[in-house]
């Protein structure tokens, strides 16, 4: 009997916690990512109404629910309809060290079924655990199953021949790799490239101020080597916009 009080005052406290973010982000005008928060919140919040046999939480528990979800489909349609009309423009500030930032939590809203083309600017897709960055957009890609063909990538080179060379293995490694998935990788190379951002060919575009390579070093042995929503971040801006909205 204490486990099931236990586990489900777990989950209200996890409930709790993703409105609270939730909140938080809509106060911050990061509405879409508002929304998802909303969601994943209520949907824990309707188990503890499920699991609570006290009629005076109950109640409290569906104002709660009532309140949230109106919010959050008031913001549903807003969303939709800027987005719909060109006018959406997300600004996302990420602070040195924070958590829960990976490209899935970033990117994976806009990555769906219509996007056919992706192209990434990015000057410093050179050392290894650059290379890696990419991989991991990559591999979120194709984790999605998203109707991609082609990845462009426009990069600088290293500066010395052999640096290079390891840079050109390293990036054919990643091209072989998602031909497998049938998709192709085109690599091109610019010495004055200084934009770091991210086109999908359904209009929407991602710039970041320090591109891919937003995450600090950890060690191979630490939480958050593999897991990036558990890496700590570099400060850094991310704009998301829509082509529509470009003058």
């Not at 293995?169 to 770091?196: A, E």
Request: proline share 2%; aromatic share 6%; net charge neutral.
């Amino acid at each position: 009997m204490s486990s099931d009080v236990n586990k489900l005052a777990g989950i209200e406290t996890s409930a709790i916690s993703l409105l609270r973010r939730a909140v938080e982000l809509d106060t911050n005008k990061r509405f879409d990512e508002a929304v998802t928060c909303y969601q994943e919140g209520l949907q824990l919040l309707l188990e503890v109404l499920k699991g609570t046999k006290d009629e005076s939480k109950k109640e409290k528990f569906r104002n709660k629910i009532q309140e949230y979800m109106a919010r959050a489909e008031e913001l549903k349609i807003h969303v939709q309809q800027e987005k719909e009309d060109g006018k959406y423009h997300e600004q996302i500030h990420i602070d040195s060290g924070s958590l829960g930032n990976s490209y899935e939590k970033l990117f994976s809203r806009f990555l769906d079924e219509r996007v056919t083309c992706v192209e990434i600017e990015d000057p410093y897709i050179r050392s290894t655990h650059q290379v890696y960055n990419l991989l991991r957009l990559c591999e979120l890609i194709v984790k999605l199953k998203c109707p991609v063909k082609e990845i462009k990538l426009l990069t600088s080179k290293e500066e010395h021949p052999q640096a290079q060379d390891q840079q050109h293995q390293k990036l054919g490694h990643v091209k072989q790799g998602l031909q497998k998935h049938n998709i192709d990788l085109d690599i091109q190379y610019s010495s004055t490239l200084h934009d770091r951002e991210i086109r999908l060919n359904t209009g929407w575009v991602i710039k970041i101020g320090r591109g891919l390579d937003i995450y600090k070093g950890v060690d191979k042995f630490a939480v958050g080597f593999c897991d990036f929503d558990l890496r700590p971040c570099h400060e850094t801006t991310i704009d998301i916009f829509h082509r529509k909205n470009i003058k």
